[in-house]
């Protein structure tokens, strides 16, 4: 058990003593124990857990270097010593080799101001074992420089004799790597961003979802420490160009704060560094004392002085800070204070106790992300961890779910009220640690309600059901999400992403709704589906003007925007990129668009596919006129049959009736057709009688489909096949039903046809 945990249920024996006294009297006479003597033992007893240096004063091993500072310490008077504290950064240490190229006696015979030291070699050090090889990688990190000029008046002579194995000068930088918390997050948020893009919005039906990308790889650790160790450790991958690319821009994320220079720096007679802070300014290591600095409580930050860390102006809540570490400032007493083995005896660290508490499963509640992953959260018991009331915890998925309630006998439920343990650590979500199983602590357990371990079938939010991350048909892995598979337009949750991609700008064009202001619209019940923002009332614009940070001008905008695009109308293939359907990207809808023309023609062959493949025929393929279309996919027309089956179909009615969709030229590939068997009549191009003519179909062709006609028009010589009657056209054929069209092109002079002669 740890220590923390022996201090969660503490506090909670302490709370149950002072609610329930009479139960206290009678035990303490049962087990004969004192009250004082329970606790005397374990007081303060996790408060510093972490002193590496301050333990072991009295070793006399300590390197060389403390034996060499006397000469320069007045040990006799009464010195102040400052003392700097540092934040400790939660990450993966790393210790970083420098080394002169010349030998040092050239250097000093030179007459040099300056010695120049490289990075020879960088290593991580595991816990004082000999760490991996890591100098590659470590040269693409920022805050590591390549090359370190140095004062040579704060290099004593007599250091040189301990260091020059090889004759050179040396020193060693050891600091901490770390992935700054909010490039974590990104990361985080690109990975399902590049989820949805790939599996939403693709031309290219061949990517997979789960495509192995460095990103996955990185997210998929659970917090920013682990996610740097895993790029810092991450071989170079041994083809791809892309994945190379990917690697070092997953490097360039990574920082890199020195704690410490060892042993190698010491001041000769005018000591050019004295403190701490002057080792930072020589050497241009940021670090986190130095960075601490910059953000002054008055705001005033120093200038930048190195370029080799251009991001080091980071404000400490970005990183996870573990404890702090309170360090001697003087290096004269640094010097004469020396090191033991693993670490410095002039710096003490204190690490931050981490708060856990006990408390009660009453629920496990399942939450939809914007992603549509399936987050389950713990719904607790009140407890007070630090000042916070917590009443519910992350469980992350359900597959750790399983592994820390499952308990012993991997459980698929668990009885209401079973004792938890969960755990705050800063301003970090509380997490259930684990289940607390045994005889003494169930107590007030509800033997007879249970609570499922185990993941919905269906989504909460929208009843569609769900899907893993993986292969694997069950959440049990750890790590693996599960997640809604339903359309993201119907799931509440997962729709702020969908209208943010039907108002982008290549679809519906709407501007000033970013992902927060759709939130906004959502919560507040101005927006459900893209085609309200086409319907709002007169009155509730007003009210979207008072919304939180919105005001008259923005509301006045949106509302601009919203009746612009009303106005003016939309092209068919924007219409089509707006519904978000699944492969259809940008290109792809244009090809869609080219082959119906009109979005009536469109929603027709949504609806009749919907409809005809219920009965099963096996020669029915759906779409017939995008079969034979270059650049469209069997992967793609699953795709629009999915979604025409969906009630995604009646939002896309809906948007289509209150806007103006305009219509495209339909366009038949050449090469496509001459597979059609219709093609074989036509081979001879000289044949062609409505060489370059508009040709406009309007009506019923009396059996054949619209595209059929429209093939045959191409391949008599028809330039295009436009779906609506201008001065341009050159001929519109008509049968029964030909109605307006008909009328425009006598209006207009145009040659008509019957349906009848033209077939
Ligand atoms: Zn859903």
Same mark, same amino acid.
């Given at each position: 058990?740890?220590?923390?945990?022996?201090?969660?249920?503490?506090?909670?024996?302490?709370?149950?003593?002072?609610?329930?006294?009479?139960?206290?009297?009678?035990?303490?006479?049962?087990?004969?124990?004192?009250?004082?003597?329970?606790?005397?033992?374990?007081?303060?007893?996790?408060?510093?857990?972490?002193?590496?240096?301050?333990? +072991?004063?009295?070793?006399?091993?300590?390197?060389?270097?403390?034996?060499?500072?006397?000469?320069?310490?007045?040990?006799?008077?009464?010195?102040?010593?400052?003392?700097?504290?540092?934040?400790?950064?939660?990450?993966?240490?790393?210790?970083?080799?420098?080394?002169? !190229?010349?030998?040092?006696?050239?250097?000093?015979?030179?007459?040099?101001?300056?010695?120049?030291?490289?990075?020879?070699?960088?290593?991580?050090?595991?816990?004082?074992?000999? #760490?991996?090889?890591?100098?590659?990688?470590?040269?693409?990190?920022?805050?590591?420089?390549?090359?370190?000029?140095?004062?040579?008046?704060?290099? +004593?002579?007599?250091?040189?004799?301990?260091?020059?194995?090889?004759? =050179?000068?040396?020193?060693?930088?050891? #600091?901490?790597?770390?992935?700054?918390?909010?490039?974590?997050?990104?990361?985080?948020?690109?990975?399902? *961003?590049?989820?949805?893009?790939?599996?939403?919005?693709?031309?290219? =039906?061949?990517?997979?979802?789960?495509?192995?990308?460095?990103?996955?790889?990185?997210?998929?650790?659970?917090?920013?420490?682990?996610?740097?160790?895993?790029?810092?450790?991450?071989?170079?991958?041994?083809?791809?160009?892309?994945?190379?690319?990917?690697?070092?821009?997953?490097?360039?994320?990574?920082?890199?704060?020195?704690?410490?220079?060892?042993?190698?720096?010491?001041?000769?007679?005018?000591?050019?560094?004295?403190?701490?802070?002057?080792?930072?300014?020589?050497?241009?290591?940021?670090?986190?004392?130095?960075?601490?600095?910059?953000?002054?409580?008055?705001?005033?930050?120093?200038?930048?002085?190195?370029?080799?860390?251009?991001?080091?102006?980071?404000? /400490?809540?970005?990183?996870?800070?573990?404890?702090? @570490?309170?360090?001697?400032?003087? %290096?004269?007493?640094?010097?004469?204070?020396?090191?033991?083995?693993?670490?410095?005896?002039?710096?003490? %660290?204190?690490?931050?106790?981490?708060?856990?508490?006990?408390?009660?499963?009453?629920?496990?509640?399942? &939450?939809?992300?914007?992603?549509?992953?399936?987050?389950?959260?713990?719904?607790? $018991?009140?407890?007070?961890?630090?000042? @916070?009331?917590?009443?519910?915890?992350?469980?992350?998925?359900?597959?750790?779910?399983?592994?820390?309630?499952?308990?012993?006998?991997?459980?698929?439920?668990?009885?209401?009220?079973?004792?938890?343990?969960?755990?705050?650590?800063?301003?970090?979500?509380?997490?259930?640690?684990?289940?607390?199983?045994?005889?003494?602590?169930?107590?007030?357990?509800?033997?007879?309600? /249970?609570?499922?371990?185990?993941?919905?079938?269906?989504?909460?939010?929208?009843?569609?059901?769900?899907?893993?991350?993986?292969?694997?048909?069950?959440?049990?892995?750890?790590?693996?999400?599960?997640?809604?598979?339903?359309?993201?337009?119907?799931?509440?949750?997962?729709?702020?992403?969908?209208?943010?991609?039907?108002?982008?700008?290549?679809?519906?064009?709407?501007?000033?709704?970013?992902?927060?202001?759709? &939130?906004?619209?959502?919560?507040?019940?101005?927006?459900?589906?893209?085609?309200?923002?086409? &319907?709002?009332?007169?009155?509730?614009?007003?009210?979207?003007?008072?919304?939180?940070?919105?005001? $008259?001008?923005?509301?006045?905008?949106?509302?601009?925007? +919203?009746? !612009?695009?009303?106005?003016?109308?939309?092209?068919?293939?924007?219409?089509?990129?707006?519904?978000?359907?699944?492969?259809? #990207?940008?290109?792809?809808?244009?090809?869609?668009?080219?082959?119906?023309?009109?979005?009536?023609?469109?929603?027709?062959?949504?609806?009749?596919?919907?409809?005809?493949?219920?009965?099963?025929?096996?020669?029915?393929?759906?779409?017939?006129?995008?079969?034979?279309?270059?650049?469209?996919?069997?992967?793609?027309?699953?795709?629009?049959?999915?979604?025409?089956?969906?009630?995604?179909?009646?939002?896309?009615?809906?948007?289509? *009736?209150?806007?103006?969709?305009?219509?495209?030229?339909?366009?038949?590939?050449?090469?496509?057709? $001459? =597979?059609?068997?219709?093609?074989?009549?036509?081979?001879?191009? +000289?044949? &062609?009688?409505?060489?370059?003519?508009?040709?406009?179909?309007?009506?019923?062709?009396?059996?054949?489909?619209?595209?059929?006609?429209?093939?045959?028009?191409?391949?008599?010589?028809?330039?295009?096949?436009?779906?609506?009657?201008?001065?341009?056209?050159?001929?519109?054929?008509?049968?029964?039903?030909?109605?307006?069209?008909? *009328?425009?092109?006598?209006?207009? #002079?145009?040659?008509?046809?019957?349906?009848?002669?033209?077939?």
């Amino acid at each position: 058990i740890s220590d923390d945990e022996f201090d969660a249920l503490v506090r909670r024996e302490e709370e149950l003593e002072q609610k329930y006294p009479e139960f206290l009297h009678a035990w303490r006479i049962e087990s004969g124990l004192d009250q004082t003597a329970t606790r005397s033992g374990r007081i303060g007893s996790s408060l510093v857990s972490s002193s590496s240096s301050s333990s +072991s004063s009295s070793s006399s091993s300590s390197s060389s270097s403390s034996s060499q500072s006397n000469d320069n310490t007045n040990t006799n008077t009464l010195i102040s010593i400052s003392i700097i504290t540092e934040p400790k950064l939660d990450g993966v240490s790393l210790s970083l080799h420098y080394e002169t !190229k010349e030998e040092f006696s050239s250097i000093i015979d030179d007459d040099n101001d300056e010695v120049s030291l490289d990075l020879r070699w960088a290593s991580t050090r595991g816990d004082g074992k000999i #760490g991996q090889d890591v100098t590659a990688t470590a040269k693409q990190i920022s805050g590591i420089p390549l090359r370190i000029q140095l004062p040579l008046s704060s290099l +004593s002579s007599s250091q040189l004799h301990n260091n020059n194995v090889n004759k =050179t000068f040396a020193i060693e930088v050891r #600091g901490e790597v770390v992935l700054p918390r909010s490039e974590f997050l990104r990361l985080q948020l690109e990975r399902e *961003e590049e989820n949805i893009t790939t599996t939403d919005n693709s031309d290219n =039906t061949n990517k997979t979802v789960n495509s192995t990308s460095s990103s996955t790889t990185i997210t998929s650790f659970s917090n920013s420490r682990n996610a740097a160790s895993g790029i810092l450790l991450r071989k170079d991958p041994k083809n791809p160009e892309e994945e190379q690319i990917q690697s070092n821009e997953l490097r360039s994320l990574l920082q890199f704060y020195a704690y410490d220079i060892s042993g190698l720096l010491q001041p000769r007679d005018n000591n050019r560094i004295n403190t701490h802070r002057d080792e930072d300014d020589s050497t241009n290591l940021a670090t986190a004392t130095t960075t601490a600095t910059k953000l002054n409580k008055d705001g005033t930050k120093r200038q930048s002085r190195s370029s080799s860390s251009p991001k080091s102006e980071y404000d /400490w809540g970005d990183f996870d800070v573990d404890g702090c @570490v309170h360090k001697v400032s003087e %290096a004269t007493i640094k010097a004469a204070m020396g090191y033991s083995m693993k670490s410095p005896k002039w710096a003490v %660290a204190h690490k931050f106790p981490a708060q856990s508490a006990v408390s009660r499963l009453l629920d496990i509640v399942v &939450q939809v992300g914007r992603t549509g992953a399936l987050t389950p959260v713990a719904i607790l $018991e009140p407890v007070e961890v630090n000042g @916070v009331t917590i009443q519910r915890a992350t469980l992350h998925n359900f597959g750790h779910l399983k592994e820390i309630l499952g308990g012993d006998n991997d459980d698929d439920k668990i009885p209401k009220y079973e004792p938890v343990l969960i755990r705050r650590a800063g301003d970090v979500i509380p997490q259930v640690i684990k289940r607390i199983q045994g005889s003494d602590v169930d107590v007030g357990v509800d033997k007879d309600k /249970w609570i499922s371990l185990e993941p919905p079938k269906s989504c909460p939010a929208c009843g569609s059901p769900v899907t893993y991350d993986t292969s694997s048909s069950s959440a049990s892995s750890i790590g693996q999400v599960t997640r809604c598979n339903g359309p993201p337009l119907l799931c509440p949750p997962r729709a702020v992403t969908s209208l943010k991609h039907a108002f982008s700008r290549d679809a519906l064009d709407i501007t000033g709704l970013s992902e927060s202001r759709i &939130q906004q619209l959502m919560d507040a019940d101005f927006l459900r589906y893209p085609n309200d923002i086409f &319907q709002m009332e007169d009155s509730k614009w007003g009210d979207i003007a008072a919304l939180p940070g919105w005001g $008259e001008k923005s509301g006045k905008n949106l509302r601009g925007s +919203s009746e !612009k695009v009303a106005t003016n109308g939309i092209t068919l293939s924007r219409f089509i990129f707006s519904l978000g359907i699944r492969h259809v #990207g940008k290109h792809t809808s244009e090809l869609v668009a080219s082959s119906y023309g009109t979005v009536e023609a469109f929603l027709v062959a949504l609806d009749t596919a919907a409809q005809e493949n219920t009965e099963s025929s096996e020669q029915y393929r759906p779409f017939p006129q995008l079969q034979n279309k270059l650049g469209i996919g069997p992967v793609m027309v699953e795709s629009l049959l999915a979604f025409s089956k969906t009630a995604e179909l009646s939002a896309a009615k809906d948007l289509a *009736e209150s806007l103006n969709v305009l219509e495209e030229d339909v366009v038949v590939d050449e090469d496509s057709s $001459e =597979t059609d068997s219709l093609s074989t009549e036509s081979t001879n191009k +000289s044949n &062609q009688p409505w060489k370059g003519f508009r040709v406009v179909f309007t009506g019923s062709l009396d059996g054949m489909t619209r595209s059929e006609a429209q093939r045959i028009a191409k391949q008599l010589g028809a330039k295009s096949t436009p779906g609506s009657v201008s001065k341009s056209t050159d001929l519109v054929v008509y049968g029964e039903k030909g109605g307006k069209k008909l *009328e425009q092109a006598q209006e207009l #002079g145009v040659t008509t046809m019957y349906a009848q002669d033209f077939i």
